[in-house]
């Protein structure tokens, strides 16, 4: 099932407010503070939007997050898209977007968390939309760590003996993982050495 987007306007009426803008604010309040522990009133103050507009544009608190879902997994591809699409090393991209997912685990960012593990954590086991998302993304994630690590076994830079199945899923357990270690308040140094430790899988 596909995320319930905004309810469409009547054609000629000005927007009250910008939609990117508000799932992004969403998904920083999901992503911090998760689910089931937000309410509506908490999301009038970090949108800034009255609860009648929110409820207006989205329906509800589910369609909310189930928008907000794909707004940010949109986002992260797009970003994750721009590393894989460069002309380096099949090796070079992998380290890349483990690179890039160490960066997004420490500090302030990472106590932020990620909104497709407060999916998978807080509903997948009992909501079949939000479970279909999460599914959809993490097989997306898995599909590009698999054609990464094939393109480096073409170019010489992965050896050829690497499984690249059960590789690929274990690096998409470990940029979760990360994701995990990231709200524990984890220091950049310490996310990046994990990245260089599974590089080395590949030799």
């Known amino acids: 099932m596909k995320p319930i987007l905004p309810s469409s306007r009547e054609r000629g009426r000005p927007r009250e407010f910008d939609i990117d803008i508000a799932l992004d604010r969403a998904i920083v309040y999901f992503r911090e503070h998760g689910y089931h522990g937000v309410s509506i009133a908490d999301l009038t103050t970090a949108l800034q939007l009255s609860a009648g507009s929110i409820y207006k544009a989205f329906h509800s608190k589910h369609a909310l997050f189930s928008s907000a879902l794909a707004r940010y997994t949109k986002v992260r591809g797009a970003k ?71 393109l480096g076994q073409n ?14 899923r274990l690096m998409l357990a470990l940029v979760h993982g990360l994701r995990v270690l990231g709200k524990t308040g984890r220091q950049r140094d310490d996310m990046l050495a994990v990245v260089a430790m599974a590089m080395k899988l590949l030799d």
């Open 155 to 168: 170019d010489g830079s992965i050896a050829r003996t690497v499984d690249v199945d059960v590789t690929a």
């Open 80 to 150: 994750l898209a721009e590393i894989t699409n460069s002309s380096a090393s099949g090796r070079e991209k992998l380290r890349r977007i483990l690179t890039f997912y160490a960066e997004s685990s420490h500090s302030g960012q990472g106590r932020q968390g990620c909104l497709v593990i407060v999916g998978a954590v807080e509903l997948a086991s009992t909501d079949a939309e939000i479970a279909e998302q999460v599914s959809r993304s993490m097989a997306h994630n898995e599909q590009r760590l698999q054609g990464l690590i094939r």
